[in-house]
């Protein structure tokens, strides 16, 4: 068996994984780069290996860092199937196509602005190859074993990360290696504890928060402090969301404290089609995550959706106090640029993280204090408030981790360290070294292991 890395190394952002054994190639993950220019433009660089002799590919969970590069490897050429868990294949289903068609609606806008230096600008990939795409999907039942032909089979259980995420692992006739995907929280609101691991000849461990441990304070007070600082001064309350996720969760936190009075009843939007739609999934697989019918009910009746471009454009007129949740969540796209274009000048207002930034996003440069971000080719001033809770987030933190790992019978023969930018990914090995004395290692980009 040999692993490639063609992402998550030195990043957070485009998770691959080749994976050679016999005559099979496999993908885990399928994932977008995102942040700083020279990662992005690796999403326009052929793989090492050409797609059409990718026997399968099996993703972790569906958010766009690891499946946002599928419609172009199917456009490219890949024919095989797409394994995932069912709410995973339901997920992209929604995500995919948006995000075909939020590079079409981007290459549109920087032809008609001029901003692009490639004439015409050019979509990576459209709706239409997304929605193509989707008709490779095979999803399975986690804790089912699924042979892959040349003695390789694999098996997906949950981490706990988002709605459908789950831990790969793949076994051959000599060695077996585990996929952590993202890690989930054990204490999640809505999302249930990842499963226990006990043995993996091979670890490929996740270390967005390697470095870092998450505020134990309540997320819930934090958040009510933000909304009532700024209703004070008739502010708007901006909040770049994830879709599948952090957009629920904030919904969640905003309907108690709604119940409980401890912040007024203002108006809430929630300005993401694709949230609208990952709620209503939520309906669909109840008993794969903690919340009741009736929480999924609140959950969807705490904002106003809005449907319409038109609706969308009418809210940057209007006036506090109001909270807006809008995706992006790393500010990357969607129509919460436009709503900073509005809102972020007015230091009345408050722009609130609720997930992880990416180096080289709009979203980091906000939050480490930058003056101003180009956004649709002008700068835009950013003179709001900017708050942060970074305990909302759907990342195990080190700590986290290391009592994840601690549940193994016996260490695996080597872990890799990836999906964390080189400080966190470096943190975490150490951690790992010094608490469980493993043997680790951070990849590099396009490195080939041969698993002994």
């Not at 692993?3 to 993950?29: E, P, Q, R």
């Not at 471009?309 to 969607?334: D, Y």
Request: charged fraction near 20%.
């Amino acid at each position: 068996m040999k692993i490639t890395f063609l992402g998550a190394t030195g990043t957070v952002t485009g998770s691959k994984y080749l994976v050679s054994s016999g005559s099979k190639f496999i993908l885990v993950d399928c994932g977008l780069f995102q942040g700083f220019k020279e990662l992005r433009l690796r999403n326009w660089t052929p793989l090492p290996v050409k797609p059409k002799l990718i026997d399968a590919i099996i993703l972790t969970h569906a958010h766009i860092d690891h499946t946002g590069y599928l419609p172009l490897l199917v456009k490219n050429g890949f024919s095989g199937r797409v394994y995932c868990s069912s709410a995973t294949r339901d997920l992209c289903k929604i995500l995919l196509p948006d995000s075909g068609h939020l590079q079409e609606e981007e290459a549109k806008y920087a032809n008609k602005r001029g901003y692009s230096k490639h004439k015409p600008a050019l979509p990576l990939y459209t709706e239409k190859d997304a929605v193509r795409s989707l008709k490779q999907f095979s999803p399975i039942d986690l804790g089912q074993d699924l042979r892959l032909g040349d003695g390789l089979l694999f098996r997906l259980s949950p981490s706990g990360h988002i709605l459908g995420a789950s831990f790969v692992s793949l076994r051959d006739s000599g060695n077996s290696i585990l996929f952590s995907g993202d890690i989930g929280r054990p204490n999640d609101p809505i999302m249930t504890a990842p499963a226990i691991a006990r043995k993996t000849d091979y670890l490929v461990v996740e270390s967005t928060y390697g470095d870092k441990l998450h505020d134990p304070a309540d997320p819930q007070i934090e958040l009510g402090s933000i909304i009532n600082r700024t209703v004070k001064r008739d502010g708007v309350i901006v909040v770049p969301a994830f879709a599948v996720g952090r957009a629920q969760l904030l919904l969640y936190y905003i309907h108690l404290l709604k119940k409980s009075k401890t912040i007024p009843d203002i108006p809430v939007f929630l300005n993401s089609p694709m949230a609208v739609d990952v709620n209503h999934v939520l309906h669909d697989h109840l008993g794969e995550h903690r919340l009741t019918p009736e929480m999924c009910e609140a959950i969807c009746n705490t904002a106003r959706i809005v449907n319409s471009v038109e609706e969308s454009k009418a809210l940057n007129k209007k006036k506090g106090p109001m909270i807006i949740v809008a995706a992006s969540g790393m500010v990357t796209g969607g129509r919460v640029l436009h709503h900073l274009v509005s809102f972020a000048p007015d230091p009345r207002n408050t722009i609130l993280f609720v997930g992880f930034q990416a180096e080289g996003t709009r979203g980091a440069a906000i939050l480490n204090g930058a003056e101003s971000v180009k956004i649709h080719g002008r700068h835009v001033s950013i003179k709001s408030e900017v708050a942060y809770i970074d305990n909302l987030s759907a990342h195990a933190d080190y700590a986290e981790i290391l009592e994840w790992l601690g549940n193994f019978d016996s260490p695996p023969k080597e872990t890799f360290i990836t999906h964390g930018e080189p400080k966190p990914a470096n943190a975490l090995r150490q951690q790992i070294e010094q608490e469980l004395g493993w043997n680790c290692r951070v990849p590099e980009y396009l490195e080939e292991v041969v698993l002994a």
